[in-house]
């Protein structure tokens, strides 16, 4: 059976507050940054995902160890608090970020290329277009 686990962290960032999804499943961890403007609360960010979950766009996945134990209900509740407590990004999910920034850029740069040499063709054309209309009537 393949097991799915989602995380939702918030935390602040200057000037924005952000929020960073984890996705773990057999594949590994998917991670994807969502930007707020100001501070959201709780009720605002479960029903962002719950509207936006599968627009959202994931990064490649980072191998990440799956664990299937069952915890302690009090070991559950304190890894909750360290969890609230802790700020930033994990380092897997820092990875994870930079290879999806790292996918949108070169995709980016493609299109601008051709982009880009589309525009260069057009006015070529179009010069060679006016060339041949100067000639025509002489």
């Not at 097991?3 to 962290?9: H, L, T």
């Not at 000037?15 to 709780?42: H, M, N, Q, Y």
């Not at 290879?99 to 063709?121: F, N, P, V, W």
Request: net charge positive; proline share 3%.
């Amino acid at each position: 059976m393949d097991r799915i686990s989602v995380a939702v962290k918030v935390f602040f960032e200057e000037p924005f507050w952000i929020g960073v999804v984890e996705r773990t499943s057999e594949e590994g961890l998917r991670v994807c940054k969502v930007t707020f403007g100001a501070e959201p609360k709780d009720c605002q960010v479960a029903e962002f995902f719950l509207e936006h979950y599968y627009r959202l766009r994931f990064s490649p996945a980072v191998e990440a160890v799956v664990r299937v134990e069952r915890l302690n209900p009090k070991r559950m509740q304190r890894e909750a608090h360290r969890q609230v407590q802790e700020a930033g990004i994990g380092t897997k999910s820092q990875q994870a970020l930079k290879l999806q920034h790292e996918r949108l850029k070169t995709e980016r740069k493609a299109s601008g290329r051709e982009r880009q040499e589309a525009d260069q063709l057009r006015k070529f054309m179009l010069k060679q277009q006016k060339k041949k209309e100067k000639h025509r009537g002489r």
